[in-house]
Nanobody, 124 residues
Framework: QVQLVESGGGLVQAGGSLRLSCAAS????????MGWFRQAPGKEREFVGG????????RYADFVKGRFTISRDNAKNTVYLQMHNLKPEDTAVYYC?????????????????WGQGTQVTVSS
């Protein structure tokens, strides 16, 4: 069982930056692939990006490439989502996810564990 707790969300102006953190419980964090999804009001939850436990390979949705970066610190059981050049359309609840796959899944069904989410609001 893995518990995930996100933090770092908030209100930021367009063009600004935020860094989200996700702290995971347990002693086997290094063996979990970690990911981020987001869900805007009235829209389906969508894949943002992920980082594999096996080799640290990352995978991103096309709409965030070049703006968002995922990293992990296994010593701190934490995964990060650094977001730059934020746009109003990035406004959503951001969720941290975890599973044991080597390849980062891009569908919600591919993930075993979910956090409660953290709100990111980007004003224009």
């Amino acid at each position: 069982q893995v518990q995930l707790v996100e933090s770092g969300g908030g209100l930021v102006q367009a063009g600004g930056s935020l860094r989200l953190s996700c702290a995971a419980s347990g002693r086997t964090f290094s063996t979990y692939t970690m990911g981020w999804f987001r869900q805007a009001p009235g829209k389906e939850r969508e894949f943002v990006g992920g980082i594999s436990w096996n080799n640290g390979n990352t995978r991103y949705a096309d709409f965030v490439k070049g703006r968002f970066t995922i990293s992990r610190d296994n010593a701190k059981n934490t995964v990060y989502l650094q977001m730059h050049n934020l746009k109003p359309e990035d406004t959503a609840v951001y969720y941290c996810t975890a599973d044991r796959h080597i390849v980062v899944p891009i569908t919600t069904s591919g993930w075993d564990y979910w956090g409660q989410g953290t709100q990111v609001t980007v004003s224009s």
